[in-house]
């Protein structure tokens, strides 16, 4: 069976889309994964002492992330996806994240 992208803006199946993210939910919250969902949005964050362990927590996750949406012939699209670093120090290390064989851009946040 072909897998379909996720559609942006869903319809009345909203509800059924509920039924099926609440599983990925209660997967990552099982790996201790803190995860907020709106609508078809889902935001993952982690957090650690270095950059070498959130790379590794993070990746991990998204590699279930993936995994997850293969079970249920979905394809998250590594283009429409972000990470962010937040941090006070003004040097750091930068995690590489991957979704996929594709690294994901980090965004920056301004101090406006």
């Known amino acids: 069976m072909p ?3 996720l559609r942006h803006g869903l ?3 909203s509800n059924l889309w509920n039924l099926v993210l609440d599983s990925l939910l209660r997967e990552l ?12 949005d889902v935001v993952l964050m982690f ?3 270095s950059a070498s362990a959130l790379e590794a927590e993070t990746n991990r996750a998204l590699a279930h992330v993936r995994d997850w949406g293969d079970r249920n012939k979905l394809r998250f699209a590594p ?4 990470a962010m670093v937040l941090t006070r120090k003004l040097k ?3 995690p590489v994240i991957r979704m996929g064989n594709t690294k994901l851009p980090l965004l920056t946040r ?3």
């Open 3 to 5: 897998s379909k992208p």
């Open 11 to 13: 319809d009345s199946r």
């Open 29 to 40: 919250g099982d790996l201790g994964v803190y995860v907020q969902a709106f609508a078809d």
């Open 47 to 49: 957090s650690g002492q």
């Open 79 to 82: 283009s429409k996806t972000n």
């Open 92 to 94: 750091f290390d930068v």
């Open 110 to 112: 301004s101090a406006s």
